[in-house]
């Protein structure tokens, strides 16, 4: 794979993290404990989506196909997608959105510092979004603490999102020739620090919220690679559904 290639699928599976995430976020809007809940996750759902308009409108750029943002998110199949399992997963309760979040935001917080010394276009999006997501970490780390370190139930259901969330941290931090060829030639992220630096982090605010770390034993993965969960299917069809129905549609 050459090194241009690499930057576009880089920048592609990013975008895709990024809209899927925003798709998750927008659903728990009515279902928050608290209506100030429900308009922060708005917010967060928003903010997301514009990351994903940036970097999908890159995408489109250095595809070179005249392909734009809508074509990325609207138009392509399942298996064309390249996020991470982890933020397709979706929310039987407020504890498994506030797991999520926090697991993943950790991750992306830190893969957004180090792209901000990256690629010129690439880091000129991190440089926006880090500001979102350092927002957006803490106030999802205040609710991981509030649950796990409240009620014997709010415990108990929060430790056992973290129990079945946990297994796809590992995707994460998973590199491939793309993450290589990116690091190499367009001076992106090192996932072996940026998994260092998750561990502690992750480690020091479960402690203060009471939590077990889970056993790592086994980890999914397949997201990079086109493979999804049986839960994306269900979410891109209600997310794609008035491009898919009335093909061309503008607002």
């Known amino acids: 794979m050459d090194k241009d290639r690499a930057r576009l699928e880089y920048v592609t599976r990013l975008g895709d993290n990024a809209l899927v995430l925003g798709q998750r976020l927008s659903e728990i809007v009515t279902r928050a404990p608290e209506l100030e809940e429900e308009l922060a996750n708005a917010n967060f759902a928003l903010d ?19 392909r734009r943002e809508d074509d990325f998110a609207f138009l392509r199949d399942g298996p064309e997608f390249r996020n991470v399992l982890l ?21 992306y917080l830190l893969l957004l510092e180090a792209l901000v010394h990256c690629e010129p276009r690439v880091a000129e999006i991190a440089a926006r979004a880090v500001k979102e997501i350092r927002y957006h970490l803490r106030h999802v780390t205040q609710w991981l603490v509030r ?18 969330l946990w297994r796809y941290t590992g995707e994460l931090f998973a590199g491939d020739e793309v993450d290589d060829i990116f690091e190499r030639e367009w001076h992106g992220p090192s996932l072996e620090e940026i998994e260092k630096a998750w561990h502690a982090k992750v480690g020091a605010v479960l402690a203060d919220a009471t939590l077990m ?5 086994w980890m999914d993965c397949g997201g990079r690679s086109g493979r999804h969960t ?20 503008e607002w």
């Open 230 to 249: 049986e839960h994306f299917g269900y979410l891109i069809a209600e997310m794609q559904f008035l491009q898919r129905a009335y093909p061309g549609a």
């Open 147 to 164: 649950l796990g370190d409240g009620t014997e139930l709010s415990h108990d259901r929060v430790q056992e999102s973290l129990n079945n």
């Open 213 to 217: 770390r889970p056993d790592a034993e």
């Open 87 to 107: 933020v397709e997963q979706p929310h039987g309760h407020f504890g498994d959105a506030v797991v999520r979040q926090f697991l993943f935001e950790t991750f």
């Open 48 to 66: 997301y989506i514009g990351q994903a308009r940036l970097l999908y409108g890159y995408a489109g750029e250095l595809e070179g196909k005249g």
